[in-house]
């Protein structure tokens, strides 16, 4: 019912050379990849147009990190949604734990953003998770609760993506057991049916992710793909990623 996302976060690594570089490897292996999982990359804003280019006539698809939530106008530095529609990006991630981190963004700014992506048609990936200090103190699911509610606010939720990422597991090289991850996205379900079509709403789990736990987390029924930051950096990893088996 919901089409597996496999998402690559390159955040603030390769340069357009770098970008060619890693195509030239991965695009060829995708035609392996199963053609009911859709494949993503998010590569920083100025190789963009290079992997939309080389992406050209393949199924990957290409995403940006960021966006500002205005039509235009004298936001020195920023990028508005037209430009990123200009440039051929289909998704966006909203949210990232990065941004909430060291960019100050908070919650009713992110919903700006969500609803400046969908009205040019682009599908934000709203990025959610709690810190470990949340996680001790038995808050995690209220903190992300609420972080999908004010997300969210307003929106169609069956135009957008979530993504799951608890912020201990970012980069850490712990993720967040099968299990645990489970329960958090069935409680995100939970939180999303209260605003619309919750079962259409792909939940993607980021943090951690590598080829070789890849598996048991598309097992889980609330599971619907990954948000992969390190180990999309290399074309077989992420590949290997892209083309995990399927739990009977
Ligand atoms: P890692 O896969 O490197 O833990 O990063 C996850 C992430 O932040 C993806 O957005």
């Known amino acids: 019912m919901r089409r ?4 690559g976060n390159w955040k603030m690594f390769k340069t357009n050379p770098d970008t060619s570089v890693f195509l030239a490897e991965f695009l060829p292996k995708l035609s392996d990849v199963p053609s009911g ?10 190789s963009i147009a290079r992997a939309v280019g080389l992406a050209a006539g393949t199924p990957l698809c290409v995403g940006a990190q960021n966006v500002y939530p205005k039509e235009n106008g004298a936001f020195t530095g920023e990028v508005s949604p037209l430009m990123l529609v200009d440039a ?3 998704y966006c991630l909203v949210g990232h734990s990065e941004r909430r981190a060291y960019f100050g963004e908070v919650d009713t700014f992110l919903n700006e953003k969500v609803r400046a992506l969908l009205e040019v048609g682009i599908t934000p990936i709203v990025c959610v998770g709690e810190t470990l200090e949340q996680r001790e103190a038995g808050q995690a699911e209220s903190v992300v609760a609420e972080q999908v509610r004010a997300g969210l606010t307003g929106v169609a939720i069956t135009s957008v993506v979530v993504a799951y990422e608890p912020v201990w597991a970012i980069g850490t090289g712990k993720t967040a057991s099968a299990a645990d991850a489970q329960q958090m996205h069935a409680s995100i379900r939970t939180v999303l ?6 079962e259409l709403v792909r939940i ?11 598996a048991e987390l598309m097992a889980m029924p609330d599971i619907d793909g990954a948000l992969v930051g390190g180990a999309s950096l290399d074309p077989s990893s992420f590949y290997a990623i892209c083309n995990y088996v399927e739990k009977g």
């Open 4 to 7: 597996p996302l496999i998402a």
């Open 37 to 46: 999982r859709d494949v993503l990359l998010c590569p920083p804003f100025l």
């Open 88 to 90: 051929g990006v289909k």
């Open 193 to 198: 049916a209260a605003l619309g079509e919750a």
């Open 204 to 214: 993607l789990y980021g943090g951690s992710v590598k080829a070789d736990n890849i």
